[in-house]
C-alpha cells in the first residue's frame, strides 16, 4: 500500500516512525494537491493544525481513503464529525501507532472500512446529540398554502422542546413573506429586517467550521418562551433570494449537529428543492391535507407527480387539518383517497377557532398553553408516538407520579 503524508514537521516525524511505504510527503496543502494529481497511492493521511487539516480535506473533497490524524482525543472530538462530512475519516494519532505493532511492521496498511466502521462507531458514541432512532429531520410540507403547515410545524416544535431535545425549526418557505413561523412565537421580523436569520446567511458560513457553536450562534434566533427551541426564520421577501438545494442542505448539515431534531417548514411548490428534500435530507415528512375535497384531489396528484422520483412514501405521515367532527368517518377515505402507504400513518387535527383569532397574543405558543386544546393534545400524541415512538410504559409513568406539569391532565 502506497501512501501520501502530509502535514506539518512535527506529525512527519511521528510517520516516520510508522511502517508506511511512504511515496509522497507534502509539507505544504498546496503540495498535496500536486501529489494528488499524480496518483499512484493508496491511503492519504493529513496532519496538520485541526483548521488547515480540515481546509485541506474541504479542497479535495471527493478523494478517497483520506485520514485526518489527530494529536489528542480533545481535537478528535472536536473535529471529528466534520472530518466525516467532508469524506474523510479522523483517527488519533495514539490509535494509529497502535495499530502497529512490531510484528506487524512488515505488514502493508490501509484505511479498510473495518477501521472506518469503528471510527463510525466511536463517533455515534461521543456524538454531542443522540436521538435514540428518532426521526432527525423532519419536513412538514402540504402542495397548497393555508392548510397548516407553519402551524403544525410551530406546535410540532414546541411539543418537542418540551421534552428536553433540543430543537431548531427552520422557516423554508420562500414563498411566503414575512417571518410566519416566528410570529408564532412573538418573534417579528422588523421592517428593515435586521433581525432575522435566514438560510441564506448560511452560504457565509465558513465550511470547516461547523462544530463552532459560537459561530452556529449567530445564525439562529432563540424563543423566549421555549428555552429548547430555536429558529431560522425568513427575511421579510424570502422570493427575492432564491434558495436551493445546496444551501439548505448546508444549513442543515450544520443545524443537525448542534440540534436533536431539525424541523422543516417547506414552501407548498412542487420544486426541486422539495423534491430534494424529500429524496435526500428528510427522515420524516408530515404531508398535510384538509378535508376540503380539492386540497385532497391537490395532495394525490402531486403524490402521482412525484412518484416517478425515488422518494420514500413509507417516511410520509398524513395529517389532515381543521378537520371537524362532521368528518370524523371520512378520514381513512381521504387517507386512502391521498394515496400514501398508510398502516396507522394518519393523524387527525381538529379545527381550532383559536388560530382564527385576530390578536396576536391569542395565537402565540407557549409552555402554558399546550395540552390546553384538543389541536394541542393531538400533537402531544403525534410526538410520543410518531416522532419519539415512546412505549407505552414510558407515557404510563408520565402520567403517573413522575408526570412533568405538561404531561399532566387537566383536572376536571
Ligand atoms: N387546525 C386549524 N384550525 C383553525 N385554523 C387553522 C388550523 N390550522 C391552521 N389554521 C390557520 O390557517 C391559516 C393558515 O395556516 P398556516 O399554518 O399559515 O398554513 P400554511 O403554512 O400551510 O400556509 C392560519 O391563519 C392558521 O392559523
Ligand atoms: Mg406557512
Same mark, same amino acid.
Given at each position: ?227 429548547? @427551541? ?87 405521515? @398524513? ?16 387517507a386512502h383517497h391521498v394515496g400514501l402507504p398508510l398502516r396507522g400513518n394518519v393523524s387527525v387535527f381538529p379545527y381550532d377557532s383559536m388560530f382564527r383569532e385576530k390578536r ?53
Amino acid at each position: 500500500m502506497k501512501v501520501i503524508i502530509a502535514g506539518d514537521e512535527h506529525f512527519l516525524e511521528e510517520m516516520d516512525t510508522l511502517p508506511l511505504e511512504v511515496i509522497f510527503i507534502a509539507r505544504q496543502p498546496a503540495d498535496l494537491h500536486r501529489s494528488l494529481f499524480q496518483g499512484g497511492y493508496d491511503e492519504v493521511f493529513i496532519g496538520f493544525e485541526p483548521d488547515v487539516s480540515l481546509t485541506v480535506l474541504e479542497n479535495i473533497k471527493g478523494t478517497k481513503n483520506v485520514a485526518v490524524v489527530f494529536d489528542n482525543i480533545d481535537q478528535f472530538k472536536n473535529y471529528g464529525e466534520t472530518v466525516f462530512k467532508l469524506g474523510g475519516v479522523p483517527i488519533l494519532l495514539e490509535d494509529l501507532k497502535g495499530r502497529f505493532t512490531k510484528s506487524e511492521a512488515q505488514k502493508k496498511i490501509s484505511v479498510p472500512s473495518k477501521i472506518v466502521e469503528q471510527e463510525i462507531k466511536k463517533r455515534e458514541e461521543k456524538s454531542p446529540i443522540a436521538t435514540d432512532g428518532a426521526p432527525k429531520i423532519i419536513a412538514v410540507f402540504a402542495p397548497k398554502g393555508g392548510v397548516g403547515k407553519t402551524i403544525i410545524s410551530a406546535y410540532l416544535a414546541a411539543h418537542m422542546a418540551m421534552s428536553g431535545k433540543k430543537i431548531v425549526a427552520v422557516d423554508v418557505d420562500n414563498v411566503k413573506v414575512g417571518a410566519d413561523l416566528g410570529r408564532r412565537f412573538g418573534f417579528f421580523v422588523k421592517r428593515d429586517g435586521t433581525n432575522y436569520r435566514n438560510i441564506i446567511d448560511f452560504s457565509n458560513f465558513p465550511d470547516n467550521q461547523y462544530h463552532q457553536w459560537e459561530l452556529v450562534e449567530k445564525y439562529i434566533v432563540r424563543t423566549d418562551s421555549f428555552p429548547n @427551541l430555536s429558529l431560522v426564520l425568513n427575511p421579510p421577501r424570502p422570493a427575492d433570494l432564491g434558495y436551493d438545494f445546496k444551501l439548505v442542505d448546508k444549513a442543515v448539515s450544520i443545524l443537525r449537529y448542534h440540534f436533536d431534531h431539525v424541523i422543516l417548514d417547506l414552501s407548498p411548490l412542487p420544486s426541486q428543492l422539495n423534491v430534494e428534500i424529500f429524496t435526500q435530507l428528510a427522515d420524516k415528512v408530515f404531508f398535510l391535507t384538509t378535508p376540503d375535497p380539492g386540497v385532497i384531489d391537490g395532495a394525490r396528484t402531486f403524490l402521482d407527480a412525484i412518484s416517478k422520483y425515488d422518494i420514500n412514501l413509507t417516511s410520509f405521515h @398524513l395529517i389532515i387539518n381543521m378537520f371537524d367532527s362532521k368528518h370524523d368517518k371520512n378520514a381513512n377515505k381521504i387517507a386512502h383517497h391521498v394515496g400514501l402507504p398508510l398502516r396507522g400513518n394518519v393523524s387527525v387535527f381538529p379545527y381550532d377557532s383559536m388560530f382564527r383569532e385576530k390578536r396576536i397574543e391569542m395565537a402565540l405558543i407557549t409552555p402554558k398553553i399546550l395540552n390546553k386544546s384538543n389541536f394541542s393534545r393531538q400533537m402531544d400524541r403525534l410526538v410520543k408516538e410518531h416522532v419519539f415512538q415512546e412505549k407505552q410504559t414510558i407515557e404510563k409513568r408520565r402520567t403517573g407520579f413522575f408526570a412533568l406539569p405538561f404531561f399532566a391532565k387537566k383536572k376536571g
